[in-house]
């Protein structure tokens, strides 16, 4: 069975990166044919796709967040990590970690951590 678990701080300040790292295991961020993508969903509102990774390290990030969003893969780690950039307010959210065939998704189709929330707050 596939599980995936977020990680990672629950408080970052204005301006600071949040870090966030989903473990996958039973399947393998290094060779599934699946995406690796995150999502979020700020209080009272609808989920909003973040990015993805795939197998071979290709990235694919919302342009709302392009200059700010960063993802890696850790293949020894069987991770992936979310890096977003001068956080603000609006970023808070809470952060879900997922499995699907497809690259842009909120829907849950697949597999997702129980998600984890971020609170940005001085």
């Known amino acids: 069975q596939v599980q995936l678990v977020e990680s990672g701080p629950g408080l970052v300040k204005p301006s600071q990166t949040l870090s966030l790292t989903c473990t996958v295991s039973?399947?393998?961020?290094?060779?599934?044919?699946?995406?690796w993508i995150w999502i979020r969903q700020p209080p009272g509102e609808g989920r909003e796709w973040m990015g993805a990774i795939g197998s071979s390290g290709n990235t694919y990030y919302n342009p709302s967040l392009k200059d700010r969003i960063s993802i890696y893969g850790d293949t020894s780690k069987n991770q992936f990590t979310l890096f977003l950039s001068s956080v603000t307010h609006e970023d808070t959210a809470v952060h879900y970690c997922?499995?699907?065939?497809?690259?842009?998704?909120?829907?849950?189709?697949?597999?997702w951590g129980a998600g984890i929330q971020v609170t940005v707050s001085s």
């Open positions: 997922a499995r699907d065939r497809l690259i842009v998704t909120t829907q849950r189709n697949d597999y």
């Open positions: 039973g399947d393998s961020v290094a060779t599934s044919n699946y995406y």
